[in-house]
């Protein structure tokens, strides 16, 4: 038997660094899901081991003892003593744009093997996924949520409001060690997280455009200067707010329907590549 599971990226609305415990940043972020995903495919094998095929978007250089689906397939075997599994993961979400691909993968994988091997234990394999990386509990759940702590903290927030977002995949990557070093040396002011879930609350868009924001930006900007020219791209299309997601390299625009999102991605002559987005929730 076959288990799939759709693992889906995510956007920073809104991202704050709030001090440093324990040698890690503390942050307060409200994300939301987006309906970009890679596909998890997982079969059961008569031992422990773990194999995994990764497909996409540069995801095969991934070294094996490096990547968090791996990972969290270990921690879930060594916790609920099953068997293992071979796993192939198809990847879409591009690698090193701050959306959180490597998180849904691990996600993912804790969500299929729970379906594999009949494993009902929601609040355990929460704490796995804390393990397993910052978002990755988070990604169990998806949607509209408030982050804290080192993202491991999450609160979900009930709305349907739809956005439509551009995003733009810079080709050139940032380093999140050192996105983060550098925003310690100058320091950033980001996006008003209440404000932000309270307009997520009332369904009011133009409310919520107007707390976007991501304090790692202006480190990002410094380090790469394709993202703060794809700041200036996507502004030139008007659109409702532009933010970076992550600690970058991806910067997104939100437009007013899904239409205008289409047509700013038809008009798009820079060098990122442009994906046209809206929220899963």
Do not use: W
């Not at 691990?106 to 990386?133: E, M």
């Not at 879930?197 to 200067?225: F, H, M, Q, V, Y």
Request: hydrophobic share 40%.
């Amino acid at each position: 038997m076959n288990v799939r599971v759709k693992a889906y990226a995510k956007l920073n609305l809104t991202l704050n660094i709030t001090g440093v415990s324990g040698g890690y940043h503390m942050l307060d972020s409200v994300v939301t899901s987006v309906d970009m995903h890679d596909l998890i495919v997982l079969k059961k094998r008569r031992d422990k081991l773990v194999s995994i095929i990764m497909r996409g978007q540069g995801s095969e250089e991934i070294p094996f003892d490096k990547n968090n689906a791996v990972k969290a397939a270990q921690l879930f075997i060594d916790n609920f003593g099953t068997n293992g599994a071979d796993i192939t993961v198809y990847k879409n979400i591009p690698m090193g744009l701050g959306v959180g691909g490597s998180s849904a993968d691990a996600a993912g994988v804790l969500t299929g093997l729970s379906k594999l091997y009949g494993v009902n234990d929601l609040a355990g394999i929460k704490l796995l996924a804390d393990k397993a990386g910052s978002d990755t509990r988070y990604m169990l759940s998806g949607g509209y949520a408030r982050l804290t702590g080192r993202g491991n903290e999450v609160r979900q927030l009930e709305s349907s409001l739809k956005l439509n977002f551009l995003l733009l995949a810079p080709k050139s990557g940032v380093s999140t060690a050192e996105c983060y070093k550098l925003f310690d040396s100058c320091g950033a002011l980001g996006g008003d997280s209440a404000e932000c879930e309270r307009a997520i609350a009332a369904g009011d868009k133009e409310a919520l455009c107007k707390t976007l924001n991501n304090a790692l930006a202006p480190a990002a900007k410094k380090l790469s200067p394709e993202i703060e020219e794809a700041f200036d791209e996507l502004a030139a299309f008007d659109p409702l707010a532009v933010n970076m997601t992550g600690s970058g390299s991806g910067v997104y625009a939100v437009f007013e329907n899904a239409e205008f999102c289409a047509y700013a991605k038809s008009r798009y002559r820079g060098k990122s590549k442009a994906y046209c987005l809206k929220t899963k929730n």
